[in-house]
T-cell receptor, first 115, second 111 residues
Framework: DSGVTQTPKHLITATGQRVTLRCSPRSGDLSVYWYQQSLDQGLQFLIQYYNGEERAKGNILERFSAQQFPDLHSELNLSSLELGDSALYFC??????????????FGEGSRLTVL | SQQGEEDPQALSIQEGENATMNCSYK?????LQWYRQNSGRGLVHLIL?????REKHSGRLRVTLDTSKKSSSLLITASRAADTASYFC???????????FGAGTRLTVKP
């Protein structure tokens, strides 16, 4: 158990809909990262927050948004969903900024299926 | 965009053999990390090597880093069927402290 909690574990929805994925980082971790993993693919970096502020942005679509709340949990909002958005969405946390403080701890992911 | 690229994409070996996976990256880094992912599960951190280190060991794992070639290798010695998984390298991107992952190497260890 990494200590990172992601909900929901599975989500099935229709094209055009909007969903929210939630992540609770490990206790004490200030950084949260979101990644997308399509079937049998690598991890695409979406966005990173540190202590409530956005710190880095990857190839995140404009239809996607995220935030980190004062209690450090984070939410990833996906709107106007398309079939191609079906993927595993991972949240990871670290104590500080990964380049300086080391490893990321991953949740078990939220599997999104868009029909 | 991806930062690292693993090679090979897939590797199949017999139990007891050694497995070597390589990773190349594009920018200067603070550290390089290797992660393991069992099918459909979250990634698990294996080992971290800093840019001023050349080699690191952890149990049956040996990692090397060549910053002049922007490459790293992960060696798993005396592999076991339980080592079957995908292995990813990750680096901080442009020293921005966000971690970018490669596409991974899928390792199959046959009993």
């Amino acid at each position: 158990d990494s200590g990172v909690t992601q909900t929901p574990k599975h989500l099935i929805t229709a094209t055009g809909q909007r969903v929210t994925l939630r992540c609770s980082p490990r206790s004490g971790d200030l950084s949260v990262y979101w990644y997308q993993q399509s079937l049998d693919q690598g991890l695409q970096f979406l966005i990173q927050y540190y202590n409530g502020e956005e710190r880095a942005k990857g190839n995140i679509l404009e239809r996607f948004s995220a935030q980190q709340f004062p209690d450090l949990h984070s939410e990833l909002n996906l709107s106007s969903l398309e079939l191609g958005d079906s993927a595993l969405y991972f949240c990871a946390s670290s104590v500080g900024l990964a380049g300086n403080t080391g490893e990321l701890f991953f949740g078990e992911g939220s599997r999104l299926t868009v029909l | 965009s991806q930062q690292g690229e693993e090679d090979p994409q897939a590797l199949s070996i017999q139990e007891g053999e050694n497995a070597t996976m390589n990773c190349s990256y594009k920018t200067s880094i603070n550290n390089l990390q290797w992660y393991r992912q069992n099918s459909g599960r979250g990634l698990v951190h294996l080992i971290l090597i800093r840019s001023n280190e050349r080699e690191k060991h952890s149990g049956r794992l040996r990692v090397t880093l060549d910053t002049s070639k922007k490459s790293s290798s992960l060696l798993i010695t005396a592999s076991r069927a339980a080592d079957t998984a995908s292995y990813f390298c990750a680096t901080d991107y442009h020293n921005n402290n966000d971690m970018r992952f490669g596409a991974g190497t899928r390792l199959t260890v046959k009993p």
